[in-house]
């Protein structure tokens, strides 16, 4: 059954990051009141709280541990405008501090497409977690080899796309764009540092968006502990989500964190 088109039931929490964007964000108890470990969960380009994909994945992996999910800047209720991946690694850090605060002993990011660029690139230049999970995760940037990642960029890169992106989506795209000359390190380029912490990576053989060449690259260059799952029949980040496969996820996490530094 999909989820309400309503902003998930539990705690409101307003979030501050360092360059002073305000975020929205949602805190859901997991089944254990001891709170051992907490999910921050981080969604793709356009998701917000008030998305069924993004309330899915929220109720799914609440049936195993916490749960705090926020929306990026510029989608949803938050301030500021989305930069598609570079500044958004502050806005995760924000969540991150304060899921410790909650009193999760352990903290898992879970990242969804752009989401997930942002916890790979956040666990190896800032760290602060003990388990990463990346799901429908690109490589490198610019991708434009499949034709929804060419509307993507479209939608990014000029002036009517982005205001379709706000029309339609209601996500704010910063206009300002990135450097070339002063690009931020890929994911693919980082991935090396987030050793020693455990790093799972999920990708669907339906993905339409970023074909097996990223996860396998992302994968490749990685060091352990990681993990590669390929899922059969799954398709693109949240949205494209099975109960099954957030079971799964969500089944795993003290697996994933126990194989961290000093579990053995």
């Given at each position: 059954?999909?989820?309400?088109?309503?902003?998930?039931?539990?705690?409101?929490?307003?979030?501050?990051?360092?360059?002073?964007?305000?975020?929205?964000?949602?805190?859901?108890?997991?089944?254990?009141?001891?709170?051992?470990?907490?999910?921050?969960?981080?969604?793709?380009?356009?998701?917000?709280?008030?998305?069924?994909?993004?309330?899915?994945?929220?109720?799914?992996?609440?049936?195993?541990?916490?749960?705090?999910?926020?929306?990026?800047?510029?989608?949803?209720?938050?301030?500021?405008?989305?930069?598609?991946?570079?500044?958004?690694?502050?806005?995760?850090?924000?969540?991150?501090?304060?899921?410790?605060?909650?009193?999760y002993a352990?903290?898992?990011?879970?990242?969804w497409s752009?989401?997930?660029?942002?916890?790979?690139?956040?666990?190896?230049?800032?760290?602060?977690?003990?388990?990463?999970?990346g799901v429908?995760?690109?490589?490198?940037?610019?991708?434009?080899?499949?034709?929804?990642?060419?509307?993507?960029?479209?939608?990014?890169?000029?002036?009517?796309?982005?205001?379709?992106?706000?029309?339609?989506?209601?996500?704010?795209?910063?206009?300002?764009?990135?450097?070339?000359?002063?690009?931020?390190?890929?994911?693919?380029?980082?991935?090396?540092?987030?050793?020693?912490?455990?790093?799972?990576?999920?990708?669907?053989?339906?993905?339409?968006?970023?074909?097996?060449?990223?996860?396998?690259?992302?994968?490749?260059?990685?060091?352990?502990?990681?993990?590669?799952?390929?899922?059969?029949?799954?398709?693109?980040?949240?949205?494209?989500?099975?109960?099954?496969?957030?079971?799964?996820?969500?089944?795993?996490?003290?697996?994933?964190?126990?194989?961290?530094?000093?579990?053995?």
């Amino acid at each position: 059954m999909p989820a309400p088109s309503s902003a998930p039931s539990g705690d409101r929490l307003a979030l501050r990051t360092t360059d002073g964007e305000r975020l929205e964000a949602v805190h859901v108890d997991g089944p254990d009141p001891d709170r051992p470990i907490g999910v921050v969960v981080a969604h793709g380009f356009t998701g917000s709280l008030s998305r069924p994909g993004v309330q899915s994945v929220i109720a799914g992996l609440a049936r195993h541990a916490g749960v705090l999910a926020f929306d990026f800047r510029g989608h949803g209720r938050s301030t500021g405008h989305s930069t598609v991946g570079q500044d958004e690694v502050l806005d995760l850090e924000a969540a991150v501090v304060a899921a410790r605060r909650l009193g999760y002993a352990d903290i898992v990011t879970c990242g969804w497409s752009m989401g997930g660029s942002v916890v790979l690139r956040h666990a190896a230049l800032i760290g602060n977690v003990d388990a990463v999970i990346g799901v429908s995760t690109l490589s490198r940037w610019f991708y434009r080899g499949t034709a929804p990642m060419r509307r993507v960029h479209w939608a990014i890169e000029t002036r009517i796309g982005r205001l379709l992106t706000w029309g339609v989506r209601r996500t704010r795209v910063s206009s300002v764009g990135w450097d070339h000359a002063a690009l931020p390190e890929s994911p693919v380029e980082v991935v090396a540092r987030i050793s020693p912490i455990p790093l799972l990576l999920v990708h669907g053989d339906q993905d339409r968006y970023f074909p097996l060449e990223h996860p396998e690259a992302l994968y490749d260059v990685a060091r352990e502990p990681k993990e590669y799952w390929l899922v059969e029949g799954f398709g693109h980040a949240e949205r494209a989500a099975s109960p099954e496969l957030l079971d799964r996820i969500g089944g795993h996490l003290a697996t994933l964190v126990a194989r961290g530094p000093g579990r053995a």
